[in-house]
């Protein structure tokens, strides 16, 4: 069972639209990294965050931003919607920052922008 | 950047057979996860190998390192229709985490 939890689990947008996706993460753990998933691909990096700061940026324009809080939450906000963002979105957390504990995943949210 | 290419793409196999599935990294790898993932869910954590020669086992499944060829391998033992799935390896470079292309398997009755 995942200890890691997202929501919502489906949303559909508009077009230039705004979204927030929301992970709340493990307790203990201060590393949470959000990913984007297109059908019948991998994931890819979108940012990471430790301790409420970014720490590491994948390919993906500043449109795509996120926030952590001290309470293991943390979100990911995506401006200006365009088509090619609808994906799975997933979010990740470890009890520490870089390799050797594993990342927590959660199930995902999926966005469908119309 | 860092790319991990998996092989094969696809794979189906019959309930029973062994199967093994390819990771291998464009650059060094210092340290490589292997995922499970269901279709549109979650990534499931399997294992992850941090030292050249490493091998690990979880249940039926034995993944291997193996650093001087920037590859990795995951093999499956007796498979079984629980072990269907998308097998994600990952690589993690400190800042950012990498994804292989994945491996679909399909496991028949």
């Known amino acids: 069972e995942t200890g890691v939890t997202q929501s919502p689990t489906h949303l559909i947008k508009t077009r230039g639209q705004q979204v927030t996706l929301r992970c709340s993460s493990q307790?203990?753990?201060?590393?949470v990294s959000w990913y984007q998933q297109a059908l019948g691909q991998g994931p890819q990096f979108i940012f990471q965050?430790?301790?409420?700061?970014?720490?590491g940026r994948g390919n993906f324009p500043p449109r795509f931003s996120g926030l952590q809080f001290p309470n293991y939450s943390s979100e990911l906000n995506v401006n200006a919607l365009e088509l090619d963002d609808s994906a799975l979105y997933l979010c990740?957390?470890?009890?520490?920052?870089?390799?050797?504990?594993?990342?927590?995943f959660g199930s995902g949210t999926r966005l469908t922008v119309v | 950047s860092q790319e991990l290419e998996q092989s094969p793409q696809s794979l189906i196999v019959q309930e029973g057979k062994n199967l093994t599935i390819n990771c291998t990294s464009s650059?060094?790898?210092?340290?490589l996860y292997w995922y499970k993932q269901k279709y549109g869910e979650g990534l499931i954590f399997l294992m992850m190998?941090?030292?050249?020669?490493e091998e690990k086992s979880h249940e039926k499944i034995t993944a291997k390192l193996d650093e001087k060829k920037q590859q990795s391998s995951l093999h499956i033992t007796a498979s079984q229709p629980s072990h269907a799935g998308i097998y994600l390896c990952?690589?993690?470079?400190?800042?950012?985490?990498?994804f292989g292309t994945g491996t679909s398997l399909t496991v028949i009755p």
């Open positions: 990740a957390s470890s009890p520490v920052i870089g390799s050797g504990y594993g990342y927590t």
């Open positions: 965050y430790y301790r409420e700061e970014e720490n």
């Open positions: 190998l941090q030292k050249g020669g």
């Open positions: 990952g690589a993690d470079s400190g800042n950012q985490f990498y």
């Open positions: 650059k060094t790898l210092y340290g």
């Open positions: 307790s203990g753990h201060n590393t």
